[in-house]
C-alpha cells in the first residue's frame, strides 16, 4: 500500500471513524511530522488502536520496511487522545462535528462536520444491517450537503448473511467429523469476535490464534460497543488461546475450528497453519472478509494457488470464499444517496469508483471520485 502524502499542517484536530489501519496506519507518522494537536475518537477505537499500531510498526520493523515512526509518536497519540461518543457533539474552532455510530466494527462512527453554512458527512467504513455483534447505523441524517462515502462494495451486493453463517456452520461440523481442522483466516477486530459468537454454540473444539485474542479482552473492556457482551464473554471464555508455539502445534492435532489472523492471509499465525494443512483433504479452509488485490489470499481465491513463505501450491484443502462483508453493498448505499439527496457525493475507499460515479451521474447526482492526494474545496 502507499504511504499518504504528508498532511499540510497546521491541522486544527484530527478525526478517526475506527482502528483498521487503512484508517490509522499513519496518524502516528502525523506527530513524527510535527502535528501537536488532539485525536478524536471512540474509547473501544483508542484501545484497538494502541494495539494495532505497535503490532504494525513491529511488522514493519521485521520486515526490514522504512518505519513511518517510532514508539513514541503512538504515545504521543494516546497523551493527547480525545475520546468521544456516538451522539456527541464537538466543537472546533467555529465547526461543529457530531458523532455516529457507523455498524462497521466496535466503536466504529461517521461524523457530520458543520462549518460555513455546510453540513458535511463522512461515512467512514459504513454498514447499515446489524450483526450479532454490531448494531447497523441509522441512515437518517438531516439536511446533508456534501457526503463524503465510502464504496467498497458499490459494484456488488452481499448474500443473505445468515446463509452465510449457515454455510459456515456446516462446514465446520462436516470438517470437525471428518477429523479435520477449519481454518478460519479472519481480521482481529470485528471478523473474529463474529465467527467466535456464531460458532460456539456448535459444541466444537475452537482455538484463537494471534491479535484476535489481545483485541477480543480490549473490545469485552468496552462493553457499550458491542450488542450482547455477555454472549462474546461466554464465547471467548470457552475458546482455547493460544500462547505458546506448543499450543499450535497442539491445535494441528486435534479436529477444530481455528480462528486466527491474518485476515488476508498476508503473514500471521495463518501462514504456520497453511504450511501444515494445505495438502490435507479433510480440512477446510474458508475466508469471510474482503482482500485487496496482491494479498496472499486474494490470490489464492483468484487463481487457487497458494504462494507465501517459500510455496507455490494448489491446496487440497476444500476451500470457500465467503462474503461475510462489513461494509454497506450497492444497493443500500444507492438508497441512502436517494434519501439523503446532496448536493454533491465524494467517491472515496473503493475498487470501482469510477464506475459507480457514472452510475450516480446517470441518476442525476452531481458525484466525483478523487485520485489520492486532490484537494477539493466545497
Ligand atoms: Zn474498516
Redesign the pocket.
Known sequence: MDVPKKAELPLDAVFVT?A?L??SGYLPALYKEGYEGSVCATSVTFDLMSLLLRDALKVQSKRGLKLLFMPHDIEKMERLKRIVRFGEEIEIGDALITVHNAG??PG?VSFVLEAEGKRILYTG?IKFLDTRLVSGAEPHFKDIDIVITECTYSYKNHPDREKLIDRIREIAQETVYNNGILLLPCFAVGRTQELLINLYDLGLPIYLDGMGIDATEIILNHPEYIKNPSELRKAFSKARKVVRPRDRNEAVHNACIIITTAGMMNGGPVSFYMKKLHNKENCSLVTTGYMVEGTVGRTLMDTGRYIADGLDVRPKMHMEFLDLS?HTDHDHIVRFLEKLSPEKIFLVHGEHNPEFEKELKSMGFDAYSPEMGEKMRV
Open positions: 475506527h483498521h487503512d484508517h462497521h466494527i466504529a467504513d462489513a
